[in-house]
């Protein structure tokens, strides 16, 4: 029987609440402290939550919001500048149940998951950004900025990229790391494309890498990565409006076969058009102290070409509160976090940083790009690696062991 009888979790993104449902199932109480003091409604664009995303919130029982305000994306084809279909690949098996990977709206997930959390009795304590932390021999005080505290017996950093747990487990730990992209996206309906619905299409054009989904109602889902080598200096990106966003998209993508400059033009609400840049968390020394853990991208943030984000971070919620609930002491149950996740996550990490280097290399790089890809999809489309992102399960009966 775990000695753990409250978590304090910092964050309501998607790991935070996720790990509280787990927690709850655990058997360990868990409040939830939220920086922002309104839902995030505005916050993103879209995302994909994978098959074992998906299974391991079956596993606590949240599955199904998230599956009925997505729709099934379970392939995806590459092409070049050309329009040459350069090969394709599925996003894993099936679940049992015909269940593939969804593609959301992130307010939405972020929305369902919290709606979630709350229907069963777990408190999200909102307009609470954590300033500091203090472990005690029998467990750890917050401090939030309006003043107020809170006392439990771990606190679980779940608060994202720019984590402020992170920073306090480790003050030497460095920043995420920008990539050289930049990335937006929006919704376009009205215009024709010969994809079929619920895939993806993915380009690698001359200047800029772009993406589209298309829905059963044949609405377009699309995003684009835009090559920058030197990093955004803070409000930098977000001073450029939407308008302008669409004019310097058409002119990136504007030599290249394919619908995106005209799903660019006919895109629905062009004002709302923001960008961020593409960062990541991939090899930190440590992710926990004697009372403090991290999780989600707090710990190990990959870019969003993994398609693995949101998902990572709900398998790393449910197998922590595994660990607590099996391993008294707490940081034996956060050791064992760390090592049973370690591996899966900076492996998936590398793969996808190295599949950032190609969506601009220049006139020689995708030259070269574009006649080996090919071979690689056929290697590696369903290789052992790549099936083991997808079919990874968490069985909830199995024990913990340290």
Known sequence: MTAIRKALVIGGGVAGPAAAMALQKAGIESVVYEAYPNPADDVGVFLTVATNGIDALRTIGSDEGVVAAGFPTPKITLRNSGGKNLGGTNTGAALPDGTTSQTVRRSDLYRIIQDEAISRGIQIERGKRLVDAKETADGVRAVFADGTEATGDVLIGADGIDSTVRNLIDPSAPPPKYTGLINLGGYTSGVPVDTE???????????????YAVLPSREVWWYASLPRPVEPKKGELEAIDGLEWQRRLVGFFQHDTG????????????????????RSVPNLRTWHSNRMVIIGDAAHAPTPTSGQGASLSIEDGVVLAKCLRDLADPRQAFGTFEKLRRPRVEAIIKVANSINNNKAPGPIGSAIRDAFTPIIMKLTANS???????????????????
């Open 197 to 211: 619905s619920c895939s993806y299409s993915m380009m690698f054009g001359k200047r800029a890498f772009f993406g």
């Open 259 to 278: 619908p995106a400059v005209q799903l660019i033009k006919a895109t629905r609400d062009p004002e709302a058009l923001r960008a961020t840049p593409t």
């Open 384 to 402: 052992s690696f790549m099936m083991r992102q997808y079919d990874y399960h968490i069985d909830w009966e199995e024990a913990v062991r340290a």
